[in-house]
């Protein structure tokens, strides 16, 4: 009876700490379901909720505090986010060097790594596809759109002191920041014709102050 105990015990143990279904437990807490629908839809929906929150003495305490106060879900976020380093965590599924094989990873990793110790400065892991933040808390966005729009006028100077290429320097799949093509202009690389053979300068700015930066900046 007793060995039968200890088995259910330890089965019951087990399922809550690795099986992925185990997470609807979560939802005994009404103020878990964003966290577990956003990770649910995304591709961490086949990881329990106790890879990055493991059974610990704190967690267990977190878990009293919800039973107790209820915080809502901001509450929770604004709490917990600053405790949980998560780079470390991240680093159990995701490998180093695949990171830093992005380019806007290659940028910020230092940063989430030294500074923050977190990949969620940027990441939101309930939801990983979706930017937790926008680029705009650090960045400017008055000097990023004055900056993107001399892009064309400087391209175009080069252009005429004979740089050919330099186009391709945002506008090519080789490129650091890889700026979509239209299918015209995909259709006119086959046929060998270059940029100018349609577009007529001075070009227009590039406008991005309505733009998502992950749309190139990738």
Same mark, same amino acid.
């Not at 493991?54 to 600053?82: C, N, R």
């Given at each position: 009876? $007793?060995?039968?105990?200890?088995?259910?015990?330890?089965?019951?143990?087990?399922?809550?700490?690795?099986?992925?279904?185990? !997470?609807?437990?979560?939802?005994?807490?009404? !103020?878990?379901?964003?966290?577990?629908?956003?990770?649910?839809?995304?591709?961490?929906?086949?990881?329990?909720?106790?890879?990055?929150?493991?059974?610990?003495?704190?967690?267990?305490? =977190?878990?009293?505090?919800?039973?107790?106060?209820?915080?809502?879900?901001?509450? $929770? +976020? =604004?709490?917990?986010?600053?405790?949980?380093?998560?780079?470390?965590?991240?680093?159990?599924?995701?490998?180093?060097?695949?990171?830093?094989?992005?380019?806007?990873?290659?940028?910020?990793?230092?940063?989430?790594?030294?500074?923050?110790?977190?990949?969620?400065?940027?990441?939101?892991?309930?939801?990983?596809?979706?930017?937790?933040?926008?680029?705009?808390?650090?960045?400017?966005?008055?000097?990023?759109?004055?900056?993107?729009?001399?892009?064309?006028?400087?391209?175009?100077?080069?252009? =005429?002191?004979?740089?050919?290429?330099?186009?391709?320097?945002?506008?090519?799949?080789?490129?650091?920041?890889?700026?979509?093509?239209?299918?015209?202009?995909?259709?006119?690389?086959?046929?060998? +014709?270059?940029?100018?053979?349609?577009?007529?300068?001075?070009?227009?700015?590039?406008?991005?102050?309505?733009?998502?930066?992950?749309?190139?900046?990738?």
């Amino acid at each position: 009876m $007793i060995a039968l105990i200890l088995a259910s015990g330890i089965g019951a143990l087990t399922f809550v700490n690795y099986a992925p279904e185990a !997470n609807k437990l979560c939802l005994a807490c009404h !103020n878990m379901e964003p966290f577990y629908r956003g990770l649910s839809a995304s591709g961490h929906g086949e990881v329990n909720c106790h890879k990055c929150h493991p059974l610990t003495p704190s967690v267990v305490k =977190e878990l009293f505090i919800q039973l107790t106060e209820s915080p809502s879900p901001a509450e $929770i +976020k =604004e709490e917990m986010g600053p405790k949980i380093s998560m780079y470390e965590v991240c680093l159990t599924c995701h490998k180093e060097e695949d990171l830093a094989s992005l380019q806007i990873h290659e940028a910020h990793l230092e940063m989430a790594i030294e500074v923050i110790g977190s990949c969620d400065v940027c990441h939101n892991p309930h939801s990983p596809s979706d930017l937790d933040v926008s680029c705009r808390k650090c960045h400017d966005e008055v000097d990023a759109v004055r900056e993107h729009w001399l892009f064309h006028e400087e391209a175009t100077a080069r252009l =005429e002191r004979g740089d050919i290429n330099v186009c391709l320097e945002c506008h090519s799949s080789t490129a650091t920041w890889e700026i979509e093509l239209s299918p015209s202009c995909i259709r006119g690389q086959i046929e060998g +014709k270059n940029c100018f053979d349609c577009h007529e300068a001075p070009l227009s700015a590039p406008d991005i102050s309505l733009r998502q930066c992950i749309e190139c900046h990738r």
